[in-house]
């Protein structure tokens, strides 16, 4: 017998490679194996209005954070401990997403159904009298730059290919003059609008659903200048970027990749075929990635095949250790919560009495004073932080055993990094491989290990958990046997 180290969610490689997981829910990749994804705790706040269509944490020149959503009609942010409207004048129309990006302490806001909106410190939102309105926005090297838009006064028409940078440290002022330097133009040595762009540094990225250009500013007279990346690698949503310090992580046409400002690198290897398989492609837009920070995870959550338009699943990637998870979720937005600290004297204020407090465990990062933390909006939508304890969680093995000799599966004890004390396996085989797997027994945890017997050519695990688990290998006791 021999331990063999787990690779991760993999259903793409061969299902007879050592350490393979065909499948799980609620497990992600840890620096010490594979360990249950934490549940949802809801921070606290009533829902909002309606579906979430963008939610965001900006953080002010003070060190303060400002967390502000969008719905079809508002926008809205915390204040008090409660959502409070901070829409402008009349509200909003439009069913495209919000995106947010902060320029000094101001919030800005677009959706493409009005001028690029925004807000003081503690204000509510209004209209830049001279934006464009736009789908997407970001901040990089002193500007605010808009990407796929339209000009509100006529002059410069409807560009879905179309870029626009502010003046020069100005986010209120965006006429194109030599002078601010505000600027604007358009992509168009790859064809279709631009359906992504964010800072990488000092430079910004634009995608397209099958190109990418990385813009850097040059000054007068071109101010930002765009040179096409090699390849036919893009992405189709905004919120399927991820920017984790000097990179980005994406979901292209075809594949998961990395980019940090060389050249696109596939990182998708074990999953790409199961992930394009079981995502509904007429939705792939709607894909929303987020990070935990903390634990080095890159999450996108997708709308299934099962779905028709929702994000439903989840799939999870370790940056440190390349490995991969997965689990079932259903949300309307992806935000990167900040808490901030609780200390004992405001605890009161937070929480009334001790049995209010939330369900999450004492070294959990949620108590870690101006911490951020993975969040969601759900389909109540309500704010939640990922930082619960664990529930309901399971792996699936791939096979063990020989195409051609007969083995007896005795025993498969984990190689627990963190044990728990409630667990079942339950044991399934076949003789051939490309054929449907039996299902066999369910046995409890005994001693931290599953005793089974069965005669097999191959075997493969479920193991079910209930709470805090992480496991790195597991051992399984296969004893060669000659058939009857």
């Keep these: ?114 001028r690029i909106q925004q807000a003081s410190p503690s204000g509510s939102f209004a209209d830049i009298g001279d934006a464009p309105a736009a789908s997407i926005i970001c901040s990089a090297s002193g500007f605010v730059l808009a990407f796929n838009w339209s000009d509100q006064t006529g002059s410069y028409g409807d560009q879905p290919d179309g870029w626009w940078c502010s003046a020069l440290f100005n986010q209120a002022s965006w006429t194109p003059s030599a002078t601010t330097q505000a600027a604007n133009g358009r992509l168009v040595t790859a064809p279709g609008p631009i359906t992504a762009g964010r800072e990488l540094g000092d430079t910004v990225v634009a995608y397209k659903e099958k190109s990418m250009f990385l813009g850097q500013y040059q000054g007068p007279p071109l101010i930002w200048s765009w040179q096409r990346i090699p390849g036919d690698i893009g992405c189709s949503g905004q919120e399927s970027v991820v920017v984790l310090g000097s990179s980005h992580f994406f979901v292209g046409p075809s594949d998961f990749y990395v980019y940090d400002g060389t050249v696109p690198r596939s990182i998708g290897a074990p999953v790409r075929e199961w992930f394009f398989t079981n995502l509904n492609g007429q939705q792939r837009a709607n894909i929303k990635g987020g990070a935990d920070l903390t634990r080095d995870l890159v999450y996108w959550y997708f709308p299934s095949t099962a779905s028709t338009g929702v994000c439903d699943m989840c799939v999870v990637y370790n940056i440190r250790t390349n490995k991969w998870g997965k689990f079932a979720r259903s949300i309307e937005a992806v935000i990167q919560y900040s808490s901030g600290n609780i200390t004992y004297d405001g605890l009161g204020s937070a929480y009334s009495t001790y049995d209010s407090l939330p369900n999450i465990s004492y070294d959990s990062p949620f108590w870690i004073t ?81 005793d089974f017997l069965r005669e097999a050519r191959w075997h493969r695990v479920r193991m079910d958990w209930t709470g805090t688990v992480t496991l790195n290998a597991i051992t399984a006791d296969l004893v060669a046997t000659t058939p009857e």
């Excluded at 990749?29 to 949802?40: N, V």
């Excluded at 079809?72 to 915390?78: E, F, G, S, T, V």
């Design 1 to 114: 017998m021999s331990s063999t180290e787990l690779v991760g969610f993999a259903p793409d490689v061969d299902p007879a490679l050592p350490g393979v997981l065909v499948d799980c829910d609620q497990f992600v990749p840890s620096t010490q194996g594979m360990t249950a994804a934490m549940t949802p705790v809801d921070a606290g706040f009533v829902a909002l209005d309606s579906t979430c269509k963008g939610a965001y944490v900006g953080t002010l020149l003070d060190g303060t954070k400002r967390i502000v959503a969008g719905t079809n009609a508002k926008l809205w942010d915390i204040a008090g401990g409660a959502w409070v409207d901070r829409s402008k004048s009349g509200g909003y129309s439009g069913l495209a997403p919000w995106r947010f990006t902060m320029f000094g302490s101001n919030v800005l806001a677009t959706n493409r159904s009005a």
């Design 370 to 450: 101006d911490n951020t933390v993975p969040g969601v909006i759900l389909l109540d939508h309500k704010l939640y932080s990922l930082t619960g304890v664990p529930g309901a969680s399971y792996m699936i093995t791939g096979d063990m055993g020989d195409e051609t000799n007969f083995s007896l599966l005795k025993r498969v004890t984990p190689r627990y990094r963190t044990a728990n004390a409630t667990a079942t396996a339950t044991n399934y085989y076949r003789y051939n491989l490309g054929t449907q797997p039996t299902q066999d027994v369910t046995v409890p945890q005994f001693n931290n290990r599953f």
